[in-house]
């Protein structure tokens, strides 16, 4: 299935969500590989962004079952899945608006001694000592993704394409072993999109395996070497984007979410 | 001088309100937790310590006779215990939930302070709580000078940890969780953790208040503690500035201030017979001020400022143009 020898990093199986009657997401199964990146498709409300839900523990699912790395996180909550390694970015980004850009990639900093109520305050030297390390990584980071020259503005101004390049940074920070992308390329200026297309390829080759969703098809060809097609909460077909874009079944799940 | 001694006893007595001013801002202020049981808080801190430090007495269980000191350390256990126990109960529901809580507890604590009289002396409340720096009571001025150095200090103290928590990665994740919960939550943050930390944590500083104001005052009553005493904490914290923990001190002494003063013009003004009445004009004037406040500065006279964490230093900028 994931056409690589690695033991898969993500494997999930049987994933399974419904709101009220409506069934979002219906039975989906995923093997990741190490340094693979995964494209998920699929038209609009097709339950992309609920199975990333589902995979973080934003949502619990109500069937099926998430491994990471051979960790069974399906019942982890959110808090405890970005420290085993798997970290995600939202859709529609979620900056922490009246926050420095550097304290917003400061926050995401796993294992802070400093974030416990005790250890602020009788241990300042050590937690000094760590927010100096985490301080010269966050400042990496955010050259990483060219975002430095902003690191003392709140995170309001940032434009829409530089919050989805905070998302980035922000989930970097956390140092995961794999991060699901929701649509990092919607609505970014075509001068930026090349940036983050770069950066994405940059981490993966870190090591970092990447599930992403984008609607994108230039991107998902750049990126994937396999994609898998979401329509009506199942997975309708899998294989190498040129492939699949060709599937007849492919192209009438795009066509009956155009307008008539 | 006996008007020095007069003003000291005042911003005493103001300072005191500052702590619980502090404590709420640490609740609210920086986490947006709802406490309308402000006056249980303060009021079981005073309890506690005053049954800890008073001399021994026939006809009340506890007078333990212990230093000062043990009697706020006690207090501050027991308001962040309380605060404690009322977070894990509620802070994982809606935040309704909270407000009725504490609500609630306030009630509940007034009516044991009030009716179990082997414990709190009842109606009549507990006297002989001893008295910082007694051994000069007879001079007022060196006294309450003493006094209000004392309570000062706790102030300056509360206000220096609050800033180092607020510039601390623990406030950074409260600053996180309060902009974004999802997202705070999916980068690491446990907001339900985070929250329960906070109120319990503002929940000793109030009842410290309490027991700081007890031992300066000598003796307490169940009618110290009403719901009248969490309505004006409230509003000192919004004249002040909520989010700033120089307002909350500000705000609790100037509002403390016209309290006081309405409340002396009213005793010179109206006739005896009516001033059990009239007293209820120092609520309106509060409401008023209330108002004016929201409408002319609704952030308060000193707004919360964007605080950032320590360590993180400008960096040289001089290579960019
Ligand atoms: N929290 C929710 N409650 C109810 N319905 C939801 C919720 N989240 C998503 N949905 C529904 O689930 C379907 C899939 O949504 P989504 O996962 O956002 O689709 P996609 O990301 O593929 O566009 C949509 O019909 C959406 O309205
Ligand atoms: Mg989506």
């Known amino acids: 299935m994931t056409g690589s020898s690695q033991p898969p990093i993500l494997k999930a199986r049987g994933i399974t969500k419904s709101f009220g009657g409506f069934r979002a997401v219906n039975d989906i199964s995923l093997d990741l590989a190490a340094s693979e990146i995964l494209g998920v498709i699929g038209p609009n409300g097709a339950g992309k962004s609920t199975l990333f839900n589902l995979l973080a523990g934003a949502l619990p699912v109500d069937a099926g079952s998430i491994h990471l790395a051979g960790k069974d996180l399906t019942k982890a909550r959110p808090e405890a899945r970005i420290l085993s390694g798997l970290g995600r970015t939202f859709q529609i980004p979620r900056p922490f608006p009246r926050m420095t850009v550097l304290e917003n990639v400061m926050t995401a900093a796993q294992n802070q001694l400093g974030e416990g109520l005790f250890s602020a305050l009788i241990a300042p030297r050590q937690v000094a000592a760590q927010e100096r390390t985490n301080v010269v990584r966050a400042r990496d980071i955010l050259d990483f993704v060219s975002l430095s020259h902003l690191e003392d503005q709140p995170a309001a101004v940032l434009s829409g394409g530089q919050r989805k390049l905070l998302e980035l940074a ?3 920070m956390a140092e995961p072993k794999l991060i699901l992308l929701d649509e990092p390329a919607a609505g970014v200026n075509p001068a930026l999109l090349d940036l983050i297309i770069d950066r994405i390829h940059a981490i993966n080759k870190l090591g970092i395996a990447i599930l992403l969703i984008e609607h994108n098809m230039e991107m998902i060809a750049r990126l994937c070497p396999r994609v898998i097609v979401m329509a009506a909460g ?18 009438d799940v795009y066509l009956e979410g155009m307008p008539a | 001088m006996e008007l020095l001694a007069y003003a000291a006893f005042f911003l005493t007595i103001a300072l005191t309100y500052a702590i619980i001013c502090l404590g709420l801002n640490v609740q609210w202020g920086q986490t947006g937790l709802f406490n309308v049981g402000i006056a249980g808080f303060v009021g079981l801190g005073a309890y506690v310590s005053a049954a800890l430090t008073t001399p021994d007495a026939a006809e009340r269980i506890g007078g333990f006779d212990l230093p000062i000191a043990l009697g706020w350390l006690a207090a501050m256990a027991a308001g962040g215990g309380l605060a404690l126990a009322v977070g894990l109960l509620t802070l994982r529901m809606r935040s309704d939930y909270l407000a009725i809580t504490t609500f609630g507890i306030a009630v509940a604590l007034q009516l044991v302070f009030q009716n179990t009289e082997s414990l709190t002396g009842g109606a009549f409340g ?4 001893p008295r910082p720096f007694s051994g000069l009571q007879g001079e007022a001025f060196a006294f309450n000078g003493l006094n209000l150095a004392l309570t000062a200090a706790v102030v300056l103290a509360c206000y220096l940890l609050l800033e180092h928590l607020l510039r601390s990665p623990w406030g950074r994740a409260l600053r996180a969780v309060r902009e974004d919960e999802v997202a705070a939550q999916a980068l690491g943050k446990n907001p339900v953790l985070l929250r329960i930390q906070a109120f319990a944590l503002g929940g000793a500083i109030m009842a410290l208040a309490g027991a700081v104001q007890a031992h300066f005052i000598g ?13 004006q904490v409230w509003a000192m914290l919004i004249v002040g500035g909520s989010g700033n923990n120089r307002g909350a001190i500000l705000g609790a002494v100037l509002v403390w201030a016209i309290w006081a003063l309405s409340g002396a013009l009213i005793s010179e003004v109206f006739p005896a017979d009516q001033q059990a009445r009239a007293a209820s004009l120092q609520i309106v004037i509060i409401g008023v001020m209330l108002c004016v406040i929201l409408l002319w500065r609704p952030q308060g006279i000193l707004p919360e400022v964007r605080s950032v964490s320590r360590h993180l230093g400008r960096r040289n900028k001089d290579i960019k143009p």
Do not use: C
């Open chain 2, 126 to 129: 507990m006297a002989f709580i």
């Open chain 1, 234 to 251: 199942k997975s309708l077909a899998e294989g190498a984007p040129e492939e699949v874009t060709r599937r007849a079944d492919v192209i």
């Open chain 1, 170 to 172: 922000r989930v970097l």
């Open chain 2, 219 to 231: 003796f307490i009553a169940p009618g110290n503690y009403l719901p009248m005493m969490t309505f």
